[in-house]
């Protein structure tokens, strides 16, 4: 079992910047792949990044790809989304997920773990 705790989320203006952060607990942390995922109102939970279990590699919905960064410190058991040129369609909760998955994964069902998630609110 692993719990993951949110953190990070607001009410930014449009251009600006966020640090998402996730912390873990249970199992070795450094067995999982990590992810980020969002689900504004009204839509369906999507990709946002993931990455490897030594933090070697990530990937990034093309939404975001160029302006976010996902990374992992193992040793502290720590995920962190930073999030830059905001807009408001990044307008969402964000959840963090663990997975058993052999490399990072974008599908929501290859995930185990959830948390609870941090809203991020983008105003224009």
């Known amino acids: 079992q692993v719990q993951l705790v949110e953190s990070g989320g607001g009410l930014v203006q449009a251009g600006g910047s966020l640090r998402l952060s996730c912390a873990a607990s249970g199992r070795p942390f450094s067995n999982y792949v990590m992810g980020w995922f969002r689900q504004a109102p009204g839509k369906e939970r999507e990709f946002v990044a993931t990455i490897t279990r030594t933090g070697a590699s990530s990937y990034y919905t093309d939404s975001v790809r160029g302006r976010s960064t996902i990374s992992r410190d193992n040793a502290k058991n720590m995920v962190y989304l930073e999030m830059n040129s905001l807009k408001p369609e990044d307008t969402a909760v964000y959840y963090c997920?663990?997975?058993?998955?052999?490399?990072?994964?974008?599908?929501?069902?290859?995930?185990?773990?959830w948390g609870q998630g941090t809203q991020v609110t983008v105003s224009s």
């Open positions: 997920a663990a997975s058993h998955a052999y490399s990072g994964t974008i599908y929501p069902s290859a995930y185990d773990y």
